[in-house]
């Protein structure tokens, strides 16, 4: 199998640019019982409709309609700002809420149960469709991320938002900041996490609220929104299929960050007969999660592009084992210029100065299934995972790699920054090789991470040969830590990596970001083969020959318990919960 990564698409706020007023309201019951005496003010948030009618295409090869309906809560006074934490895998994900006191920011802690999991607010908007009847022929509700593809609904609003552009999907992340910023406005389309309404082509009347428990919380007004909803159907083979589809005729047809160490956001291991789950799939381009947050390297696929049938097929065939990543771009979504080291190597004393460093910490593995191999090798069993090292900070990863003439490796370096950005300091780290197989082909660095399969004692029994890796910030794993860059650049392999004649290449790892890789790449697994059944624990860990300057080098481990079974041919693995987090 190959690697690829998915890119991330994006699309511009549909036109609509006048503010709707609406009345401030006060804190409500459920949080004056939580509040001290001195009220405290949150946002003015309103829901709106962008459009007053909207058309969505029901495919003859794929039926069913995503319900884009173009609404959108707006966010007036002050941003809406959510933080969305766990202590551990073994505590609920809480949410506390930045509202304002005198003009000072706090903290104020919503109700136990708010949310589940880190996707966003669950059953936040009502939809109710009927036919032109009056019949009603559908009632569902979807959660809603913050984050979603989002712009201003006024002129002198700030001209860009702080809050980051998804709600991460995987399975361990940590800490999550959502946001809507004062003045803006961002979709409530639910995208690739809810399932696509079976609805004949015809006309209807779409109605979306907002749940009154969120109402209630954040004090927003009783006002559906109404949408005329037509929906036709089309065929791959009609001749127009080449042109461009009407707005959310697709899944995704937003999709955000997509797929990652990619075409926007994958990374897989062994086999293709893994199919992911809506925890695994990235967001539609419209949540702005799309792969780069999470999925990670590998070939899962993001969300259906904002592509007709016809070329959405086409697409689909680029993402087979012969794919590989071009030259500033993956999957032909998204473009962007590499991040740049210097031209020649640093001169100077080497040194590891004391100034703030990373802190390389590893996700318990996920994602985890038995195959035959990439290459339906007869007799061979291979355990395959999905992995994920982060940077808790407080300081970038920054390895350069420089190439002398006419070498084959790279010689690497760590680079050190003090407070202000200045670069104060260097050491070298190791190496950097050219990786040549399709769905590769770019720069990989060398001990940055390894696998082992331990046996219930926690002693080795195999060791992945997954050795060498090219960074990049494919997933949101902790956004609440010190200095976490909420828009991390190098988000696929487009913007990292480098080319075959490339003279040096920068590979960077962000504060708060993750980089995953997942169960289908090659590497990426174990031959268990002649390893008997029993109890193991997959154990990811990063900087394994400690060449990389951290802050702290004991946290680098995680073990994921799993039990495998079977026999030769039909290996089969039980992987219990971790925690309170039951991802496989």
């Known amino acids: 199998m190959t690697r690829k990564r998915t890119a991330r698409l994006r699309r511009t706020l549909l036109a609509g640019t006048t503010a709707i007023a609406v009345t401030a309201v006060t804190a409500g019951i459920v949080a004056a019982a939580q509040e001290p005496a001195k009220a405290a003010t949150g946002p003015k948030l309103s829901l709106v409709a962008a459009t007053t009618s909207v058309t969505l295409t029901s495919w003859k090869e794929e039926p069913g309609v995503y319900l884009d309906l173009g609404t959108y809560l707006v966010s007036e006074g002050t941003p809406l700002e959510l933080k969305v934490t766990r202590k551990s ?18 903290a104020k802690k919503l109700p136990t149960g708010t949310v589940t999991d880190f996707s966003g607010l669950p059953g936040f908007s009502e939809i109710t469709l009927t036919d032109k009847a009056g019949k009603k022929v559908l009632t569902r509700s979807e959660s809603f991320c913050p984050n979603n593809a989002s712009g201003r609904v006024r002129p002198d609003a700030p001209s860009t938002s702080k809050y980051p552009e998804s709600c991460p999907a995987n399975p361990f992340t940590l800490g999550s900041v959502w946001g809507i910023e004062k003045g803006w406005a961002a979709n409530t389309y639910a995208g690739s996490y809810t399932e696509p309404a079976q609805l004949p082509a015809g006309s209807y009347t779409a109605k979306v609220g907002v749940a009154k428990k969120y109402r209630d919380l954040f004090g927003i007004a009783d006002k559906a929104a109404t949408v005329k909803v037509t929906v036709v159907e089309r065929s791959e083979d009609d001749e127009s299929s080449a042109t461009v589809v009407p707005r959310s005729a697709k899944a995704g047809e937003h999709a955000g960050h997509s797929a990652g160490h990619h075409a926007p956001s994958a990374h897989a291991g062994h086999g293709p007969g893994h199919t992911p789950t809506l925890a695994e799939a990235a967001a539609p381009v419209t949540s702005g999660a799309g792969p780069s947050y999470n999925v990670g390297h590998g070939p899962l696929k993001a969300a259906p592009p904002a592509l007709p049938w016809a070329l959405k097929k086409k697409q689909k065939s680029g993402l087979s084992s012969q ?25 100077g004393k080497p040194s590891v100065p004391d100034v703030p460093k990373p802190d390389l910490r590893s996700l318990p593995a996920y994602g985890i299934t038995v195959s035959d191999g990439d290459k339906d090798i007869p007799g061979k069993d291979y355990l395959a995972f999905s992995a994920n090292v982060w940077n808790a900070g407080p300081a970038q990863l920054v390895v350069d790699g420089f190439r002398s003439p006419g070498k084959a490796k790279m010689d690497a370096f760590q680079y050190f920054y003090d407070a202000k950005g200045k670069q104060v300091g260097y050491t070298p780290t190791g190496t950097m090789e050219w990786d040549p197989r399709p769905g590769h082909v770019h720069w990989h660095f060398t001990d940055f991470a390894s696998y082992r399969l ?15 890796f090219c960074l990049a910030n494919t997933d949101a794993i902790d956004y609440t830590v010190k200095n976490a860059n909420w828009h991390p650049y190098n988000t696929d392999l487009a913007t990292a990596c480098g080319e075959e004649n490339s003279i040096s290449v920068r590979e960077v790892l962000d504060v708060g970001s993750g980089d995953t890789y997942t169960q289908d790449l090659p590497g990426q697994s174990f031959d268990i083969t002649g390893v008997p059944n029993g109890t193991y624990y997959i154990q990811v860990l990063a900087n394994p020959e400690k060449r990389l300057k951290e802050n702290n080098l004991d946290n680098n481990s995680a073990l994921r318990k799993i039990v495998l079974g079977g026999e030769p041919g039909k290996r089969t693995v039980t992987v219990p919960a971790h925690g309170l987090v039951n991802a496989n």
Request: charged share 30%.
């Open 454 to 468: 331990l046996k219930a004692d926690k002693k080795e029994a195999v060791r992945s040969g997954k050795e060498a």
């Open 323 to 347: 794919a590989v990543d071009t030259v500033g771009q993956t999957d032909g979504s998204r473009q962007a210029p590499a991040l740049k080291p210097l031209s020649k190597l640093p001169t």
């Open 89 to 106: 895998y073994k505590d609920p994900v809480a949410v506390t809420q930045t509202v304002y006191e005198g003009g000072k920011a706090r």
